[in-house]
């Protein structure tokens, strides 16, 4: 379903509105009167009702503003996490580049993120199908050498460190993206195999090795 | 050499053109177990990465000619990070040798090639020997060396040194080496591209290839910047400027851009060269490596080689059953009554007399000392040292301590200094040069010189007090709160970045007996060379100070000092001693007990000021060697100090509450 930016907008509105325990969406409070274009639009698509001049959800609108504050909380979480664009300037951007978020796109960039389950100001994403299939086959994603058990084996997918010196030791120990690593153990400091060396490091430098499952 | 291009380096003088070898590779691979093997001498060779920290020179004869043979640290790239590495790119930089010897572990083919293609690149004669074929063939990997060395287009030998395996071929193989038309390897079209523009502006001929120079310099590494200030003074600007701007439009990735095309090269090389089982081997020494690296096996685990090995072999048996053998029943008893009469007929002068079999004679206390006492408890450490060495144990336990040796500024990579310690500090002194950055080297530095005792004054001091009950408890707990005491304050003080630890683990292995005797003899000789002429000339000091008195009017001047500590004056001697070696010290306490002229509060208080006292001569020569005079003096001040102080404080906490009497 393509809609509007500003349908969608009031979609995500009342979205909120629903998650701070009311049931309905005062039109003014968003700036966006009632004789606008948009309310039209959505009620055409059946997905609200305006009932006394407030706005309420029908069940298929509130599956669709689901959908419309996944793509937004997701793209606000790339701006701030990735992108590192804060504040204004990141809900701002968020709010431009939600709307390209359709056709798959979220899939993609939730996956990239690695579902992540809030969004920065700590409200809830609504969980995906990507979200719940990465779940069922236990699938992590990309997370750092210390979120592995032990005895799990996974592909190294990148290092990321601020320190050159660090980085250049570990890729001499073999630690490259690509190879197959297995950790070994845990605690008291990580072992881990590639090839056919063992290496012990510390929670530290665990921190900094990403792998794949 | 400042002005000139063409780095030319002069062989020296002396045998005129020896032709050289030198061995390189990763840390831990066994080149000095080859080194060894070629040139019959003797390096020591253990299961620890990063023990060789020094170049060994040897010589060998090879088909009638004779080789100068370079053993050098491990390193893992030719661009360089630690203090080691360095040391051991210096030898390919600065000696150009006719045939570099590239040792690797045969079962981490992959990872290691990635410096075989760095040295051939660079452009040095490189011959590739595949090391611990033995154990790679143990866990069923099937190497095809015949093909490596057509790919390579270098002499590829497949050898398990340490079972003299393969040694002719390499003998041969060096022999008969040619320069050859070695394999070419090709990066990516952007990364040559890059190259070649680096390489456009240097002018000279180097003593590596442009291409591995240019490399090198991409990689920022700051001593071939520098040599090439030096080399192309005109162009360097231009050079300079290139690299910058190739650095920085690649300043996201360049060097794992790097590890990644030359991960891909060494994949492609050993394609259809190794073929490994279905399943991992698993063999008995991983067993072993598992137990004794997770904290509920590891721990007890390193309580009963502490038991076993230090308690029952070294105190028990080291400096127990063997130094009553040699000190009471062959020295006191036989020896030294005969060589006193002997000494006395030959020389009628009194005062020479003394010299050699008085009380500070050279023959009866500085012969006495050093293999009645001494030399029993230092072997018997040595030979436990070893043999633990060679088992592959110690990175285990650096991995299991490292949590803790964080709070005291340490990595588990100190464990190996620390553990050296016990059996001399002077040695382990030496060893902290394998510590990553400066603030660990100055940290361990300090502790070694402060809280651990050597073995010979452990020997000592636990022969000592162990007469004593409740004594030896309060010491080794004093020793334990002082080292954590200082540790956690000087990693507070000390300014400098949080240390990393990480380490590569050997694999487990059964020692050799061969390999831990030679090592501990020749650990032992190294030792008695050291310690012999330090207490001969200790020995002669105190004749000399004996006979002019002025021994006298040291010992009266300390008795004011020794006194506020509680102790009688007769213990100044010891001290006076301990300044010559550690041991020395703990040894004249030993006499001074068997006469009976000290309670058990006075021996503790000994013990422990004394253990804490300055660092013994060859001690402090080291730390001035490694650390430099401003912090070796330092050091020195503040131990003398922060001993003096304890003893004081302990005495007074003993009088008060009279737990020892």
Same mark, same amino acid.
């Given at each position: 379903?393509?809609?509007?930016?500003?349908?969608?907008?009031?979609?995500?509105?009342?979205?909120?509105?629903?998650?701070?325990?009311?049931?309905?969406?005062?039109?003014?409070?968003?700036?966006?009167?009632?004789?606008?274009?948009?309310?039209?639009?959505? !009620?055409?698509?059946?997905?609200?009702?305006?009932?006394?001049?407030?706005?309420?959800?029908?069940?298929?609108?509130?599956?669709?503003?689901?959908?419309?504050?996944?793509?937004?909380?997701?793209?606000?979480?790339?701006?701030?996490?990735?992108?590192?664009?804060?504040?204004?300037?990141?809900?701002?951007?968020?709010?431009?580049?939600?709307?390209?978020?359709?056709?798959?796109?979220?899939?993609?960039?939730?996956?990239?993120?690695?579902?992540?389950?809030?969004?920065?100001?700590?409200? @809830?994403?609504?969980?995906?199908?990507?979200?719940?299939?990465?779940?069922?086959?236990?699938?992590?994603?990309?997370?750092?050498?210390?979120?592995?058990?032990?005895?799990?084996?996974?592909?190294?997918?990148?290092?990321?460190?601020?320190?050159?010196?660090?980085?250049?030791?570990?890729?001499?120990?073999?630690?490259?993206?690509?190879?197959?690593?297995?950790?070994?153990?845990?605690?008291?400091?990580?072992?881990?195999?590639?090839?056919? %060396?063992?290496?012990?490091?510390?929670?530290?430098?665990?921190?900094?090795?990403?792998?794949?499952? | 050499?400042?002005?000139?291009?063409?780095?030319?380096?002069?062989?020296? @003088?002396?045998?005129?053109?020896?032709?050289?070898?030198?061995?390189?590779?990763?840390?831990?691979?066994?080149?000095?177990?080859?080194?060894?093997?070629?040139?019959?001498?003797?390096?020591?060779?253990?299961?620890?990465?990063?023990?060789?920290?020094?170049?060994?020179?040897?010589?060998?004869?090879?088909?009638?000619?004779?080789?100068?043979?370079?053993?050098? @640290?491990?390193?893992?790239?030719?661009?360089?990070?630690?203090?080691?590495?360095?040391?051991?790119?210096?030898?390919?930089?600065?000696? %150009?040798?006719?045939?570099?010897?590239?040792?690797?572990?045969?079962?981490?083919?992959?990872?290691?090639?990635?410096?075989?293609?760095?040295?051939?690149?660079?452009?040095? @004669?490189?011959?590739?020997? #595949?090391?611990?074929?033995?154990?790679?063939?143990?866990?069923?990997?099937?190497?095809?060396?015949?093909?490596?060395?057509?790919?390579?287009?270098?002499?590829?030998?497949?050898?398990?040194?340490?079972?003299?395996?393969?040694?002719?071929?390499?003998?041969?193989?060096?022999?008969?080496?040619?320069?050859?038309?070695?394999?070419?390897?090709?990066?990516?079209?952007?990364?040559?591209?890059?190259?070649?523009? #680096?390489?456009?502006?240097? %002018?000279?001929?180097?003593?590596?290839?442009?291409?591995?120079?240019?490399? +090198?310099?991409?990689?920022?590494?700051?001593?071939?910047?520098?040599?090439?200030?030096?080399?192309?003074?005109?162009?360097?600007?231009?050079?300079?400027?290139?690299?910058?701007?190739?650095?920085?439009?690649?300043?996201?990735?360049?060097?794992?851009?790097?590890?990644?095309?030359?991960? &891909?090269?060494?994949?492609?090389?050993?394609?259809?060269?190794?073929?490994?089982?279905?399943?991992?081997?698993?063999?008995?020494?991983?067993?072993?490596?598992?137990?004794?690296?997770?904290?509920?096996?590891?721990?007890?685990?390193?309580?009963?080689?502490?038991?076993?090995?230090?308690?029952?072999?070294?105190?028990?048996?080291?400096?127990?059953?063997?130094?009553?053998?040699?000190?009471?029943?062959?020295?006191?008893?036989?020896?030294?009554?005969?060589?006193?009469?002997?000494?006395?007929?030959?020389?009628?002068?009194?005062i020479i007399?003394e010299l050699f079999?008085g009380e500070y004679g050279i023959i009866t206390l500085g012969i006495?000392y050093a293999?009645?006492?001494?030399?029993?408890?230092?072997?018997?450490?040595?030979?436990?040292?070893?043999?633990?060495?060679?088992?592959?144990?110690?990175?285990?336990?650096?991995?299991?301590?490292?949590?803790?040796?964080?709070?005291?500024?340490?990595?588990?990579?100190?464990?190996?200094?620390?553990?050296?310690?016990?059996?001399?500090? !002077?040695?382990?002194?030496?060893?902290?040069?394998?510590?990553?950055?400066?603030?660990?080297?100055?940290?361990?530095?300090?502790?070694?010189?402060?809280?651990?005792?050597?073995?010979?004054?452990?020997?000592?001091?636990?022969?000592?007090? %162990?007469?004593?009950?409740?004594?030896?408890?309060?010491?080794?707990?004093?020793?334990?709160?002082?080292?954590?005491?200082?540790?956690?304050?000087?990693?507070? #003080?000390?300014?400098?970045?949080?240390?990393?630890?990480?380490?590569?683990?050997?694999?487990?292995?059964?020692?050799?007996?061969?390999?831990?005797?030679?090592?501990?003899?020749?650990?032992?000789?190294?030792?008695?060379?050291?310690i012999l002429p330090l207490f001969i000339l200790a020995s002669v000091l105190l004749w000399l100070g004996k006979i002019t008195g002025f021994f006298e009017k040291m010992i009266?001047a300390m !008795?004011?000092?020794?006194?506020?500590?509680?102790?009688?004056?007769?213990?100044a001697v010891a001290f006076i001693f301990g300044f010559f070696r550690?041991?020395y010290g703990?040894a004249g306490?030993?006499?001074?007990?068997?006469?009976?002229?000290? &309670?058990?509060?006075?021996?503790?208080?000994?013990?422990?000021?004394? !253990?804490?006292?300055i660092?013994c001569i060859a001690?402090f020569?080291?730390?001035?060697?490694?650390?430099?005079?401003?912090?070796?003096?330092?050091?020195?001040?503040?131990?003398?100090?922060?001993?003096?102080?304890?003893?004081? +404080?302990?005495?007074?906490?003993?009088?008060?509450?009279?737990?020892?009497?």
């Open positions: 379903m393509k809609l509007s930016e500003k349908a969608e907008e009031i979609l995500e509105a009342l979205w909120v509105v629903e998650e701070e325990g009311r049931t309905f969406l005062d039109p003014e409070k968003i700036g966006i009167p009632l004789d606008d274009p948009s309310y039209a639009e959505l !009620t055409g698509h059946t997905l609200i009702v305006i009932r006394k001049g407030m706005v309420y959800f029908r069940p298929e609108g509130r599956e669709e503003g689901k959908i419309t504050i996944r793509r937004h909380r997701l793209a606000e979480r790339l701006m701030m996490d990735v992108l590192n664009i804060r504040g204004d300037e990141g809900e701002y951007k968020a709010c431009q580049f939600e709307h390209m978020l359709n056709e798959g796109a979220d899939v993609k960039v939730c996956t990239m993120l690695n579902h992540p389950s809030t969004c920065p100001h700590g409200k @809830p994403i609504p969980p995906g199908d990507c979200c719940a299939e990465a779940r069922a086959k236990g699938d992590l994603g990309i997370v750092p050498l210390t979120e592995f058990k032990s005895g799990q084996e996974g592909e190294i997918a990148y290092i990321q460190t601020e320190d050159n010196k660090k980085m250049q030791k570990l890729m001499a120990m073999g630690v490259l993206p690509g190879n197959k690593i297995k950790l070994v153990q845990a605690f008291p400091s990580y072992i881990f195999r590639v090839g056919y %060396s063992e290496f012990a490091i510390d929670t530290n430098l665990a921190r900094e090795i990403f792998v794949r499952k | 050499m400042a002005t000139c291009c063409n780095k030319k380096v002069e062989t020296p @003088p002396v045998g005129g053109s020896v032709k050289k070898v030198a061995l390189v590779g990763n840390p831990n691979v066994g080149k000095s177990v080859l080194f060894n093997a070629l040139t019959g001498a003797y390096v020591t060779v253990s299961n620890y990465p990063g023990t060789s920290v020094e170049v060994s020179r040897g010589s060998a004869v090879i088909a009638g000619e004779t080789w100068q043979v370079i053993d050098t @640290p491990g390193m893992y790239s030719i661009h360089t990070i630690t203090e080691e590495e360095r040391v051991a790119r210096e030898i390919l930089l600065n000696e %150009s040798p006719d045939v570099v010897l590239h040792v690797l572990d045969a079962r981490n083919l992959e990872r290691m090639l990635a410096m075989t293609v760095q040295l051939i690149e660079a452009g040095l @004669p490189v011959i590739l020997v #595949v090391n611990i074929m033995d154990e790679a063939e143990q866990m069923g990997l099937s190497i095809d060396l015949e093909l490596l060395q057509q790919r390579l287009g270098i002499p590829v030998i497949g050898a398990a040194s340490a079972r003299k395996r393969g040694l002719d071929d390499i003998r041969s193989a060096i022999a008969t080496y040619i320069r050859g038309s070695s394999g070419q390897f090709v990066y990516s079209r952007l990364l040559e591209n890059d190259i070649a523009q #680096v390489t456009e502006h240097m %002018s000279g001929s180097y003593i590596l290839s442009p291409k591995s120079l240019a490399l +090198l310099l991409l990689q920022q590494d700051e001593e071939v910047t520098a040599l090439f200030k030096q080399w192309d003074r005109d162009g360097y600007a231009a050079l300079a400027e290139k690299v910058g701007e190739i650095t920085f439009d690649r300043r996201e990735s360049f060097h794992l851009d790097l590890s990644i095309e030359r991960k &891909d090269i060494a994949r492609k090389l050993i394609k259809d060269v190794i073929v490994a089982p279905e399943k991992r081997v698993i063999t008995w020494g991983e067993r072993i490596s598992t137990l004794s690296v997770r904290p509920l096996t590891g721990v007890p685990l390193l309580l009963i080689v502490l038991y076993f090995g230090l308690y029952k072999f070294v105190g028990e048996f080291g400096a127990g059953t063997v130094v009553d053998l040699l000190e009471k029943q062959l020295f006191e008893a036989i020896f030294n009554p005969w060589v006193t009469a002997l000494v006395k007929r030959i020389i009628p002068w009194e007399q079999v006495r293999v009645g006492i001494i030399l029993p408890i230092v072997a018997t450490f040595f030979i436990f040292f070893s043999f633990l060495e060679d088992t592959g144990y110690f990175p285990r336990l650096a991995l299991l301590v490292d949590r803790l040796f964080k709070y005291i500024g340490l990595t588990g990579r100190a464990v190996i200094p620390m553990v050296l310690g016990f059996g001399c500090d !002077t040695m382990a002194t030496m060893v902290t040069r394998t510590l990553e950055t400066k603030r660990e080297r100055i940290i361990a530095t300090l502790l070694l010189a402060l809280a651990i005792p050597c073995s010979a004054q452990l020997g000592v001091i636990l022969g000592l007090l %162990s007469k004593a009950p409740g004594a030896l408890l309060v010491w080794g707990l004093c020793m334990l709160l002082l080292f954590i005491l200082v540790g956690l304050l000087a990693s507070k #003080v000390m300014p400098g970045e949080s240390p990393m630890f990480y380490m590569e683990l050997p694999p487990m292995r059964l020692p050799q007996l061969g390999n831990v005797l030679t090592k501990t003899y020749t650990r032992m000789q190294w030792y008695f060379m050291e009266l !008795t004011p000092v020794m006194a506020s500590i509680g102790l009688p004056k007769e213990t550690r041991d703990a306490l030993y006499d001074l007990q068997t006469k009976g002229l000290m &309670d058990a509060r006075q021996l503790t208080v000994a013990a422990v000021t004394l !253990t804490l006292f660092p001690q020569l080291v730390m001035k060697n490694e650390r430099g005079w401003k912090t070796a003096s330092a050091i020195g001040v503040f131990v003398s100090l922060f001993a003096y102080g304890s003893g004081y +404080l302990l005495n007074q906490f003993l009088l008060m509450t009279r737990i020892l009497t």
